[in-house]
């Protein structure tokens, strides 16, 4: 056992503890890689880039296939003190060799978390920049909106689907439940409408601004059907009803549209003429009218404000750019309200996200599969931490699973 030990003080930790600094302040919660995941990874290490890859994406993937011989090397450094102890286990009694021995597989283990958390941040880095551009992980404001589904939706929403008044009533109590989430997790939280008082409400939604560091990851794993059983206080029978939660990134939205309204010059064709008037002695013999259009959008504007030509083109450019945002605007909210279509299915309460039963006191989650008891208690918000929280791992994982697609498209 003392040769064995010998070898095993040997595959020691590498930098220990040195990994997680550098990463825990990209992931907002632990993401284990799957065993399928980890076969995959190590088999990318051994896999050549394809010639066809330009250099940054020959750069990050190279970078992915050093963490993944990390994590072979890892693995099989544990693999290899288990068989050590396994040889080892029938000389002596190895008491003192067996405290040495924790303190080891700990110190390798923790090798290994690390090197899976450096190769899980590689990967995320590579969806962000490679598979999907438009992402929403780095976002840290978002926006909830409870509100009649008869109404347009918009940002973020809590939409009254199946039910009626007990619908309606089950917004407000989701929005109760989301502002205590926010206090535990220590996020911002505005309401900025209720959408009425009382339970027949006016039409109009409940919204609620919600700002904090990775928030939107955390309210889009919301994003569904929710359905609710119990019986009403002005009825003996149970009833079942459902509301929507929506979610959407406002300012993302905003910022894609002050990027397209950054007008160029080659974009913009600039006439100008006389303005008109009453004639004759107060006739303009000056081309003092701007005329400015916007050859991709086809969108003009006239302007004749002023005597000045220069006055009335800055004037003409301001107000195009209003009309361009207004514009733009219109078609990310179609786009938006295409997606949110997709989002809220048809609102049937068979195609439901989670099911809040007060009868048996019992919240179920039907994506990750785990049940709580104590609704009053999960409307506290402490249990709704640990659900997202399951329910991101998921959510990462089918990111992995996509970007490692993408990742063995590119190798041969």
């Given at each position: 056992m003392r040769v064995g030990r010998y070898v095993v003080r040997n595959i020691q930790v590498r930098n220990k503890g040195s990994f997680f600094p550098q990463v825990r302040r990209f992931l907002s919660c632990d993401i284990p890689l799957t065993e399928g995941q980890q076969k995959?990874?190590?088999?990318?290490?051994d896999?050549?880039?394809?010639?066809?890859?330009d250099h940054k994406t020959f750069v990050k993937i190279t970078k992915i296939q050093n963490a993944c011989r990390n994590l072979k090397l890892a693995k099989e450094e544990i693999d290899v003190y288990k068989?050590?102890?396994?040889?080892?286990?029938d000389l002596g009694d190895g008491r003192n060799e067996g405290d040495h021995g924790d303190e080891d597989m700990k110190e390798l283990s923790c090798n290994l978390a690390s090197a899976q958390t450096i190769l899980?941040?590689?990967?995320?880095?590579?969806?962000?920049?490679?598979?999907?551009?438009?992402?929403?992980?780095?976002?840290?404001?978002?926006t909830l909106e409870l509100r009649n589904r008869s109404t347009t939706a918009f940002p973020s929403q809590i939409l009254p689907g199946v039910g009626g008044q007990e619908a309606k009533l089950f917004c407000r109590e989701l929005l109760g439940m989301y502002e205590n989430y926010c206090r535990v997790r220590g996020y911002e939280c505005e309401v900025k409408c209720r959408g009425g008082e009382d339970t027949k409400g006016s039409g109009k939604g409940i919204v609620a601004h919600v700002r904090g560091e990775n928030v939107y990851e955390d309210f889009i794993q919301e994003i569904g059907i929710h359905r609710v059983q119990r019986i009403p206080v002005n009825c003996n029978k149970?009833?079942?009803?459902?509301?929507?939660?929506l979610v959407f990134n406002k300012k993302k939205m905003t910022d894609r549209i002050e990027k397209k309204i950054n007008i160029s010059k080659c974009d913009l064709i600039l006439e100008t003429k006389r303005s008109g008037g009453a004639g004759g002695q107060s006739v303009n013999k000056n081309e003092t009218c701007v005329k400015v259009i916007h050859k991709p959008t086809n969108v003009c504007v006239e302007v004749q404000k002023t005597s000045s030509q220069i006055q009335n083109k800055s004037i003409a450019i301001e107000m195009l750019k209003n009309k361009l945002y207004s514009l733009y605007y219109d078609k990310e909210k179609e786009q938006m309200m295409k997606k949110r279509k997709d989002q809220m299915q048809s609102g049937d309460r068979s195609e439901k996200i989670r099911t809040y039963n007060f009868t048996h006191n019992t919240v179920t989650d039907h994506i990750a599969?785990?049940?709580?008891?104590?609704?009053?208690?999960?409307?506290?918000?402490?249990k709704l931490v640990c659900l997202i929280n399951t329910r991101k791992v998921l959510f990462y994982h089918r990111i992995i699973d996509e970007t490692l697609t993408d990742i063995l498209s590119r190798t041969t």
């Open positions: 995959l990874l190590i088999d990318l290490g896999r050549n880039v394809s010639p066809s890859c068989q050590l102890l396994r040889e080892g286990g899980t941040q590689e990967i995320l880095d590579f969806y962000k920049t490679h598979v999907n551009v438009d992402h929403h992980l780095d976002v840290h404001e978002a149970m009833q079942t009803s459902t509301s929507i939660v599969n785990v049940q709580y008891s104590d609704i009053d208690q999960f409307f506290k918000g402490d």
